[in-house]
């Protein structure tokens, strides 16, 4: 089943580091932050990494809890969030289910060869488990602090007008 912004996640469970367990229902009541990225220890994708970790107390401030997901397999992970330091779990998704799910799965040329990637996008899923915006296809520069902005908009109180 597909994801669609202003609905709810489909029912889904993975496996993250830390022996953590997540679902469409596992952080309800918090913001949920789930990014696609291609491979652990690629440049973009360590990059991408980095600055969700230098904002990580900005988005627990925030009411949010983040997760990296990828591909590669639980010892990929371990190492690249040792490495790093990362202070959030990554998610195991060497079926790729999710990746199916959330329509990350792209075919991409690859020094003149079709392969099948992950586009890197990322998912903002509110307390009440309904994906509120979605993050494409996006370039690494800036974008964390997009996703940031958007996270504080949720927590931000509704003005009423006078």
């Known amino acids: 089943m597909a994801i669609v912004v202003n609905k709810p996640l489909p029912e889904f469970e993975a496996?993250?580091?830390?022996?953590?367990?997540?679902?469409?229902?596992?952080?309800?009541g918090q913001i949920l932050i789930l990014y696609f990225?291609?491979?652990d220890n690629t440049p973009g994708c360590t990059t991408e990494a980095m600055?969700?970790?230098?904002k990580f107390k900005d988005f627990e401030k925030a009411g949010a809890v983040v997760f990296g997901v990828s591909r590669d397999n639980m010892?990929?992970?371990?190492?690249?969030?040792?490495?790093?330091?990362?202070?959030?779990?990554?998610?195991?998704?060497?079926e790729e289910k999710m990746c199916h799910m959330f329509g990350v799965v792209k075919n991409k040329i690859m020094?003149?060869?079709?392969?099948?990637?992950i586009e890197r996008s990322t998912f903002?899923?509110?307390?009440?488990?309904?994906?509120?915006?979605?993050?494409?296809?996006?370039?690494?520069?800036g974008h964390v602090d997009e996703v940031l902005k958007?996270?504080?908009?949720?927590?931000?109180?509704v003005k009423k007008a006078a």
């Open 75 to 94: 010892k990929s992970h371990d190492d690249f969030k040792e490495k790093l330091e990362l202070p959030f779990e990554l998610i195991a998704d060497t």
């Open 37 to 39: 990225y291609p491979k």
């Open 150 to 157: 958007a996270v504080k908009a949720i927590k931000a109180p």
């Open 51 to 54: 600055q969700f970790r230098d």
């Open 15 to 28: 496996n993250a580091t830390g022996g953590i367990k997540v679902s469409n229902v596992s952080h309800q």
């Open 111 to 117: 020094y003149g060869k079709k392969v099948k990637g």
């Open 124 to 141: 903002l899923v509110n307390p009440e488990g309904i994906l509120v915006q979605e993050w494409r296809g996006l370039k690494v520069p």
